[in-house]
């Protein structure tokens, strides 16, 4: 009989209800080092690195193709003349003309790309952009402002990533107002600003007279175009996205943390408060020197990460690397588009992204189940 009720003892204590304790991932090992946790849809290290590398491919492929086709047809033994210095026209045309182009398409692609996948990982949801989100549109009030002003090519991305933090920061805080930030408060805050900063680059644009001297380029600008583009704004852009890249990399772990939600975030170590300014200054970093180089050029952010997180999962330290080199192929190829459709007359590559991830974007906004009737 003593036996049997210590038996049941014995078993009340293995059964015994504990004290409720915040939730952990399953892939949790005990430590408190965020690099331990595992986010959904993490994928062998080998199909990662394949992928990398098909994107790694295309994007010389997609770059090459970008450079041999023209209003002026080039072959290929004239472009490696050319880039081993032939004075020739042809080797003007393909270093001040076309290699600046597909280099600068590649940039803002690629950094568009990297700026939506920490959006979409800050929010935990597919439908952030910078573009959406009105960073973009702050980065561009910003650009206009300063060359309104006379700032020379050094100057631009610099004004372009204060007008994207200002703008992002503000969109955040209005985001807030109601107590809890969500994705559909995020894009109402983000059309708010952008239809607000739309009227001011028009008045901008009206009443500077040193816009008006040029106000046919300035306005294919604002459209999206990487038509033109000088190596001094190209040094300047690259210095800024390798910064917000390598940000980017660096923030990746905090934001598989934050796939599980804030608590369980914060009880891996990561300061939500801080990992959000982080995010966001990474973002603007990259949006803003987007801006500065093609102006505002919609839907990249949007439509890769979303795409790219079937082929690599959602792991950001895969994503954000991937993110970048698919966004840079998407633009270079959307700019070759740009060129080729109507030619010889040009489109605005921010034209060919909208026909593409405006229906996308909707398309993400019904199945979400966000739409508001």
Do not use: K
Request: hydrophobic share 55%; with cysteine.
């Amino acid at each position: 009989m003593v036996r049997h009720r210590r038996g049941e003892e014995r078993a009340n204590h293995h059964h015994r209800t504990e004290p409720h304790q915040p939730a952990r991932p399953a892939c949790w090992r005990g430590g408190r080092d965020v690099r331990e946790a595992h986010t959904p849809g993490a994928l062998p290290v080998v199909r990662t690195l394949t992928i990398l590398g098909i994107l790694a491919a295309a994007l010389a492929i997609s770059a090459a193709a970008g450079i041999l086709v023209g209003a002026v047809a080039i072959g290929p033994a004239d472009v490696l003349a050319a880039l081993f210095g032939s004075n020739d026209v042809n080797g003007t045309i393909i270093r001040e003309l076309r290699l600046p182009r597909v280099l600068g398409a590649a940039l803002v692609g690629g950094s568009l790309g990297t700026a939506g996948a920490l959006l979409q990982g800050l929010l935990r949801n597919p439908l952030a952009d910078p573009f959406v989100t009105g960073t973009s549109a702050g980065a561009t009030l910003a650009a206009v402002t300063a060359i309104a002003l006379g700032a020379t090519a050094p100057i631009v991305p610099l004004a372009a990533f204060m007008g994207a933090l200002v703008a992002v920061t503000v969109v955040w805080r209005l985001a807030q107002l109601g107590g809890s930030t969500t994705v559909l408060t995020v894009l109402l805050a983000g059309v708010v600003l952008t239809s607000f900063v739309g009227a001011v680059v028009t008045f901008i644009l009206v009443s500077s007279d040193r816009l008006a001297l040029r106000l046919r380029a300035v306005l294919g600008w604002l459209q999206g175009g990487v038509s033109v583009i000088s190596w001094e704004e190209l040094a300047v852009a690259a210095i800024v996205v390798a910064v917000g890249l390598g940000f980017a990399l660096a923030l990746a772990h905090r934001l598989d943390a934050y796939a599980f939600g804030e608590e369980t975030a914060a009880t891996l170590g990561v300061d939500p408060d801080r990992t959000t300014t982080a995010v966001l200054a990474a973002t603007a970093l990259l949006a803003g020197a987007a801006v500065a180089l093609a102006g505002l050029v919609g839907f990249v952010g949007l439509v890769i990460p979303h795409a790219l997180r079937f082929a690599v999962g959602a792991t950001n330290r895969r994503l954000i690397p991937a993110s970048f080199l698919g966004g840079a192929v998407a633009l270079v190829l959307a700019d070759l588009g740009a060129r080729v459709v109507l030619a010889p007359a040009e489109l605005p590559v921010g034209a060919i992204t909208g026909l593409i991830g405006a229906p996308f974007f909707l398309a993400l906004l019904v199945r979400s189940r966000q739409v508001v009737v």
